[in-house]
Every structure is written in structure tokens, then in C-alpha cells.
């Protein structure tokens, strides 16, 4: 075993062999996230990631040029989310710093001695001092624009947003309190109180001091909408199960409902229900809630009853809803017009690999698309002017902040923030391929070829596996920072000479509800290795890789699939990096579901482990490069302690990159170039690409 110095890979290279990228460069431009807009007026606002360095940008009408707010300068690990104006879009709240893990700890990545916070903020949208109201998480600015509710320690706090007055709880409650929302007059606040195995809708009423329940179950009922007369309430009722539902198929089960409550009387009655069968299993689409109450007093859902996840609307007093968009694709990022006339979203229609924006009546109508062609596009948000405000990128140009003007007008909002240093020009264009699992499933992916291969010339390969595993990777540069960061790894690769595939496998999003709640996959089964299995083979047969130097890397779930290609097909695959990955579901599990005791469940305990990496370590021998953060939130540090003793054990050769403090997603952007550059490092050295003509 060898470990790796932090300060040796941290070290600053020799300048890049003709026609290389440098790490640095390709992952210089800085990332967007967390955009919101002013629902009056027009002024948005995001996060921008530059190089670790994390602010609060803002950009208005007319012009919508983007400026930074805040003048955070260290790659510091601090976290930024949760941003929402006030009313007047005069103030943007924002939370800084990570939440915490179960024993209360803040995530502190650069081991500061005085540990880290997480802070309520407000800074104004002009400029100037950003100032902590609070300690706590999970903001909410009231509809007055007077004060911002928070949690903190799992009850509801609040603090005025002048500043004038401490903040106080403003109620005592059991349970885990979060979802907060206003209601549009600010004189209710409706949360969600998680209490284990079920949890229930309850509304503050700060006037008359009282908390109620609304229709309590033994069910999970969560998501809380209010109408836009503050009158009603609606909610999902999502039936509580005592099956295990982790990293396993779940296509049919106990229908969900959707509720709606009379906000005086807490008196509720259900409005819809899910079919029997397909559709059963509540799919969620990524936003603030997953119920819209639009004009009109309808409110929009995601239900997968044809298999794919799509948007349905229904009359608030109940009715036969109605199919909002349709055909053999996904919608993901939702939101809903300021006037709730419009559901603007995004997916994949026609066009698998990418993600491109659409709009539609709450009423029903004609889908009309917004854009469309090589690019991608995401997270669409309607400002108070109607200008329609994205992130979007390419094969080539990083994610970066876009506006939609009225008339079709579109464009970047701050061009200038992607360094000059980018390699835009060198990048190569990641080519979609279909290849066939070892059990004749197809299976798309992304291939990068590198430049400048002679004829016959046979070069190293690897193959990246994605995480999620409810994840997709696209023909670009990818929306979530976690994959941009692979997508730039790859590109760097390719550019060192090595062929490289991602590959879409199963249980992954993008191609319908079978295709991702696969039959026997993760902990039923890893029919997933069918997928490992079929793109190692796919490139041994290609006339431009080397069979005998094919590698494997990933991280969470990719880790897993890259440790299961490692120890169920060392012969095929000659190397892996293996970053904090799954070796043990039965650990994992419990980190997900902690009433899940494996002794108490034999049958799918044992499953569980004859489909986890450590059972076949016996046929282990290729060497692996282990990287893992040990305040892992999302799979244990203890999967790679126990795997590295298995190796160790059996001869095995590993290395390992450990940072202390850092998270499942690191969260400092040394530590994504440290692990990055230790990656290339190994695959140069336990595949030969120096030797290969791959320079």
C-alpha cells in the first residue's frame, strides 16, 4: 500500500504535453447554482463556485449583466444555497456553510482550528456587508419582507431582517421541522414535522400562538403548497412502508395522494390519487416543492402513470387531471410563473443526451419550446418582468447563467466571469454510442476520442461510471458540480491520449421509469455489473484501444461499479480509481434507512452482500487508487477502512488519497485537483500512456 502526499499532488505541474489540457485550465471557470428570481420586478440571482471561492451574484433589468454581491475570497469549503429575495428584491437571504452530520458537526474541509458555521445571511442586492441574522438552515423570507424564518437544530426559529431585534424559536415542537412556507398574507407558516416513520403538515399561527396538525396520519405527508388566496393547503400523502426501499427496484406500490386542507380549520379531503401500478411510486422533479398551485386553482404534479416522469394538472377541487406534456421523455427542473399562468421546465425530449427548456399553460395547451440545438439547458426561473432566467452550457462553453428576454431576446448574463485560461477550443466532442450489456441490454454513453491516434495505433482506455445512481450524464458539460468536475476530468484525459467512455447504465435517469428502477439492480442483485461488463467489452473490441489497458473509474456509486469491475473482472479490467464507492450495501443501507438491521432480515442481508464488491475479493488483483473524504455523509469512511484491509490482506496493490474533514463531494477545490491529478497519475503509471504514443 502506498498513500499519497496531499503536498506532492497539490504541487504545481510541468507545463502540459502539445495538444494537452491542463487540469487547472479546464476547471478554472467558475460553477453556477442555486439561481432564484425577484417575483416582482426584474432582478435574479446565483451562486457562482469560482475555483473553491463561493459569492452571491445578481444581475436586473434591462440590461441583465451579472455583478457579484459578496467578496467571499478563500477556497474555504463554505457552501452556499438556499437564496431568496425579499419581496421588493431589495435583499437576497442566503444560508453559508454545509449542514450537519448526525453528531451535530458542521462541515469543516480545512480543518479551520475554530470549526465552521452554518449562517442565515442577508446582503443587499446592491452591493455591500453581508450580515449573519442567525445560526441555522432552510431560510424563508415572509411575504412582508420583515422577517426570515429558519431551522435550527431541527425546530423553527425566526429573526427579524433588520436586525433590530435576537432571533427567537418561534415554536417548540417534536420532531424535525423543515419546508418551511409562508402563506401569501405572512400570518401562517406551514412546515413539514419529520418524525421517524411517518411525519405531518402543520401550520404556525403566530397571532393566536397555536400549532395544528393537518388531518395527522401514520403516512408521510410532506411538500406543502398554499393557494394563492392563502385560503387552502395542499400536500403529498406518501404511505408509509416498512419494505426496504434502498438501492433497490421499487416500480409499483402503495398509491400516493395529493390533499388539499382548509387552512382555518385544518379539515382536509384527497383530490387525486395515483393508479395501481405504474405511476404508484411517487418520482420526484428537482424543485423548491414538488406541487404547483397555478391560476385558475390548479395544481400541477409529476406522476410516471406512462412510465416516464411528466406533468399532469388538476382542479383544487378535485377531478380527472390532465396530462400536461407527453411522450417517450423526462421532465426534471420545474418552476412556475410569478402569475401562475406558465409551468416552465426542462427535459429531454427528443434529444436523450441533453436538456432543453419548454413552457406550457397550468390549463393544458401546446408545449412551446424555448430552446432547442447542441446545448443544454436547466433550472429555467421566471423573474417578475417575464424574462426567463437559466443556466445552460455545451460540449465546449462551462455552465454559466442565461436570460430569456421577452421576444426571444437570449443571451449570457456574465461572460466575462469564465477566465481566459478555459480551453474551450481544445476540448474534443464527446461522441453518443450504444453498446450491448453482457445481457443484452442496450445501454447509451458518451465517447471521447483523442486527437491525433495514427492508424492502427492502440491506445489505453477508461471507462468513468457515474454516482446516484439516479443520474444521467450528457453529451456537455453537466448541471450538477459533481459531474462538471468528471466531465472536465474526462476531457483532461482524453487529451493525455486515453480513450474514454461514460457510460449511461442502468438505474440511472433519462430513459424512462424500467430502465431505471431495473430488475435486480444495486442491493437485489448489481445486475448493473451487466453494464461494467459490456463497455469493457465494447472497447476491447475497438481498433483504437489496447485490450490488455483498459481502466475504470468513479466515485459513490461509480466507485461502486468500479470496485464490482475490479473484483469480478480483473483479467479485463487492469486498473481502477475507486472514490468513496460502495463495498458493503448492508453498511450502506443502514446509512440511508437506520432501522434496517441486517441479522433481522437474512434473506435480503445476504443478497444485499453477494451483491457488494467484498464478495468477490477473492478474484481482486488489479491495483486500485482509493480516495475518500472521512466526514463521508453519504457512504461511510469505514467502506474503504474495510475494503483496504481486504486488499491489504490479500496482497492486493492499492493507493490511497484520504482527506480529513472533506464530505462525500469535496468540498474545496484542492481537494477535486488533488484527487483529480493523483487519478491521472495512477492511470499513467499502471497503464503505460507515456509509452503508448499517447502524448
Known sequence: MLSLCLSLVLA???PPPAGEVSLDAVLSAPFPSDLTASPSG??????????????????????????????????????????????????????????ANRKGEIPNPKSVADGAEQAVIAVASSGGAPRKLSDGRAAAVSPSGDRVAFTLKDQVWWAPLSGDEKPSQAF??????????????????????RRGDHSFVGVFDAASRTVRYLDPSTDRDVSPVW???????????????????????QREGEPWSIRVADAATGAAREIFRADKGRGSVFRNVVADRQLFWGAGDRIVFPWEKDGWT??????????????????????????????????????????????????????????????SGRGIEWS??????????????????????????????D????????????????????????????????????????????????????????????????????YNYYYRNAYAMNQYLASRGYVVLAVNYRSGIGYGMEFREALDYGAAGASEFHDVLGAGLYLKSRADVDPGRIGLWGGSYGGYLTALGLARASDLFAAGVDMHGVHDWNEVIQNFEPEYQPQQRPDAARLAFESSPMASIKGWRSPVLLVHGDDDRNVPFSQSVMLAEALRERGVPFEE??????????????HWLAAYRAAADFFDRKLSVRTAGGK
Open 12 to 14: 504545481v505541474s510541468a
Open 411 to 478: 443571451g449570457d448574463v456574465a461572460p466575462g466571469a469564465i477566465p481566459s485560461e478555459f480551453p474551450e477550443a481544445s476540448l474534443v466532442e464527446p461522441e453518443p454510442v450504444s453498446l450491448t450489456a453482457s445481457d443484452g441490454l442496450v445501454i447509451h454513453g458518451q465517447l471521447f476520442r483523442p486527437r491525433n491516434v495514427a492508424a492502427g495505433e492502440k491506445r489505453p482506455a477508461v471507462i468513468f461510471f457515474h454516482g446516484g445512481s439516479r443520474r444521467q450524464m450528457l453529451l456537455g458539460w453537466h
Open 380 to 409: 429555467p426561473h421566471v423573474a417578475g418582468d417575464g424574462t426567463i432566467a437559466y443556466f445552460r452550457s455545451d460540449a465546449h462553453k462551462p455552465p454559466r447563467p442565461a436570460t430569456l428576454r421577452p421576444g426571444g431576446a
Open 172 to 193: 417548540k415542537a417534536r420532531g424535525e421541522a423543515g419546508q418551511l412556507t409562508w402563506s401569501p398574507d405572512g400570518r401562517l407558516l406551514a412546515f413539514v414535522s
Open 42 to 99: 426584474g432582478r435574479i440571482a446565483w451562486v457562482f463556485n469560482a475555483r473553491g471561492a463561493r459569492n452571491v451574484w445578481v444581475a436586473e433589468a434591462p440590461e441583465y449583466r451579472g455583478r457579484q454581491v459578496t467578496a467571499y475570497a478563500d477556497d474555504d469549503g463554505q457552501e452556499i444555497g438556499d437564496l431568496a429575495f425579499t419581496p421588493d428584491g431589495r435583499t437576497i437571504v442566503f444560508v453559508r456553510g454545509g449542514d
Open 657 to 670: 488519497l484520504i482527506f480529513p474533514d472533506d464530505v462525500h463531494d469535496f468540498l474545496t477545490h484542492a
Open 227 to 249: 393557494s394563492r388566496d392563502g385560503k387552502h393547503l395542499a400536500y403529498l400523502r406518501i404511505p408509509s412502508s416498512r419494505q426496504l426501499e434502498t438501492f433497490r427496484p
Open 310 to 371: 411528466h406533468l399532469y394538472s388538476v382542479p383544487a377541487a378535485g377531478g380527472t387531471p390532465g396530462l400536461l406534456t407527453h411522450g417517450d421523455f423526462e421532465v426534471e427542473y420545474v418552476s412556475l410563473s410569478p402569475d401562475g399562468s406558465q409551468i416552465v421546465f426542462n427535459s429531454n425530449q427528443g434529444d436523450v443526451d441533453r436538456r432543453h427548456l419548454w413552457k406550457v399553460s397550468v390549463a393544458g395547451g401546446r408545449l412551446a419550446a424555448l430552446t
